[in-house]
């Protein structure tokens, strides 16, 4: 069975802490793809990354960062620096090769408090 | 280029009444998906076309819900009769599909609300 677990519920930090949301997913397949999206209290998905399963190569872009490891089929968000603005719910998904459906995690509220 | 565009952007109405909702995919996207977001069930794939044609309806609840996608740029997601338990906020996404998983873009949503 394909599964995203994000098991933080909720997250709350200070401003200019670093804070990792944690994604494991389940899948039997050997081609498959990870995302991270946005969603921030305005309420549309915002799409953040994408990887493919044969790319283990970490990932930073700005404050954000995505570490993927296959061994514990896990693939952590990373943000450095946290600002107020990063106060959104993150979701990780997976996407599988033979379907165009993505199955998304429930979710992490991330506040970032002044 | 326009993102994904839906409408309304808020719907109030009451229970038993018709209600639709409409989605206008990005230009050239062939793949369209409606969801559904409640804080008990989170966020629910309802179905998903490709080329207009319906791929995938297990999400879809029940018969009072259907969805359709006459042409490439327009689909609808219509619920009769409305029920206090379909409120939820309703986003339509879309994805240009090829050989690898693309990615899918949000639209703003539909916060529904059945009284």
């Known amino acids: 069975a394909q599964k995203v677990t994000q098991a933080q519920t909720e997250i709350s930090v200070v401003e200019k802490e670093d804070v990792t949301l944690d994604c494991v997913y389940e899948?039997?397949?050997?081609?498959?793809?990870l995302f991270w999206y946005k969603q921030p209290p305005s309420g549309e998905l915002v799409f953040l990354i994408r990887r493919n399963s044969f790319d283990e190569q970490n990932e930073i872009s700005g404050r954000y960062s995505w570490n993927f490891q296959k061994s514990t089929s896990s693939f952590n968000f990373t943000i450095t620096a946290s600002q107020v603005v990063d106060s959104a719910v993150y979701f990780c998904a997976l996407g599988l090769y033979n379907t165009d459906k993505l199955i998304f995690g429930t979710g992490t509220r991330l506040q970032v408090f002044p | 280029d326009a993102g994904v565009i839906q409408s309304p952007r808020h719907e109030v109405t009451e229970m038993g009444q018709e209600v639709t909702l409409r989605c206008k995919p990005i230009s050239g996207h062939n793949s369209l998906f409606w969801y559904r977001q409640t804080m008990m069930r989170g966020l629910e794939l309802l179905i998903y076309f490709n080329n207009n044609v319906p791929i995938d309806d297990s999400g879809m609840p029940e018969d009072r819900f259907s969805a359709k996608m006459p042409n490439a740029s327009f689909s609808t997601l219509k619920i009769q009769p409305s029920e206090p338990r379909d409120s939820a906020v309703y986003f339509c996404?879309?994805?240009?599909?090829?050989?690898?998983?693309?990615?899918?873009?949000f639209g703003a949503g539909t916060r529904l609300s059945v009284l």
């Open positions: 899948t039997r397949d050997t081609t498959y793809y």
């Open positions: 996404a879309s994805s240009s599909t090829g050989q690898a998983i693309n990615i899918q873009y």
